[in-house]
């Protein structure tokens, strides 16, 4: 199995920043992409940031210049550095982590973790 524990969420005025952080463990042998989501109280869970063992990233129209996906394959960790933050930013954020497995080898994973809120509010 894999674990996948996010962290950093909190109360932030309007315009300020915040930053992210989800690290995965276990059963593991690589992962491939890894990704920040969130769900408003409401809403359907949506995607914001995903980022590739490569490199590669991809943000949601509404947080692009704002917010910056970045990750530390060695620790399978990845963070999300968020900035401008606004009101319409609050929600729940869910790290997700998709890869392959030690044991079964060679077997696919997608992970979710816990969640970590995120207000922001004056």
């Known amino acids: 199995q894999v674990q996948v524990v996010e962290s950093g969420g909190g109360l932030v005025q309007p315009g300020g920043s915040l930053r992210l952080s989800c690290a995965a463990s276990?059963?593991?042998?690589?992962?491939?992409?890894m990704g920040w989501y969130r769900q408003a109280q409401g809403k359907q869970r949506e995607a914001v940031a995903v980022?590739?063992?490569?490199?590669?990233?991809n943000y949601a129209d509404s947080v692009k210049g704002r917010f910056t996906i970045s990750r530390d394959n060695a620790k399978n960790t990845v963070y999300l550095q968020m900035s401008s933050l606004k009101p319409e930013d609050t929600a729940v954020y869910y790290c997700?982590?998709?890869?392959?497995?030690?044991?079964?080898?060679?077997?696919?994973?997608?992970?979710w973790g816990q969640g970590t809120q995120v207000t922001v509010s004056s």
């Open positions: 276990g059963n593991i042998r690589s992962i491939n992409t």
């Open positions: 997700n982590a998709a890869g392959v497995a030690v044991n079964p080898v060679g077997l696919r994973f997608d992970y």
């Open positions: 980022i590739t063992s490569g490199g590669s990233t």
